[in-house]
């Protein structure tokens, strides 16, 4: 469907900022409802915030709520997560997704970005 290459995770202090990047290709952008994911270790991957096809709507998780931002260019094909006040419980490897139109569940992933927070 569409191909996406997460980019931008590393290693950041608590409290400081890191912004991901997720680049669309493939299908037209702007038909897919785009979403971060994120699994610790030993842990199940969890929603951590999505936007739909119009950039108005975006929702969270209780956890990243008023922390992390979600926004999409339609020019560059392009998904932000813009992570501030970060905390070592954020630790995780992100997970860029894509929803089309008609389905049901996320079903393009990218390959994962690692992001590190420490204390």
């Known amino acids: 469907q569409v191909q996406l290459v997460e980019s931008g995770g590393g290693l950041v202090q608590a409290g400081g900022s890191l912004r991901l990047s997720c680049a669309a290709s493939g299908r037209t952008f702007s038909s897919y409802e785009m979403g971060w994911f994120r699994q610790a270790p030993g842990k199940e991957r969890e929603f951590v915030a999505g936007?739909?096809?119009?950039?108005?709507?975006?929702f969270y998780a209780d956890s990243v709520k008023g922390r992390f931002t979600i926004s999409r260019d339609y020019a560059k094909n392009t998904v932000y997560l813009q992570m501030d006040s970060v905390k070592p419980e954020d630790t995780a490897v992100y997970y860029c997704?894509?929803?089309?139109?008609?389905?049901?569940?996320?079903?393009?992933w990218g390959q994962g970005t690692q992001v590190t927070v420490s204390s």
């Open positions: 997704a894509a929803r089309a139109t008609l389905a049901s569940q996320y079903g393009s």
């Open positions: 936007i739909r096809r119009s950039s108005i709507n975006t």
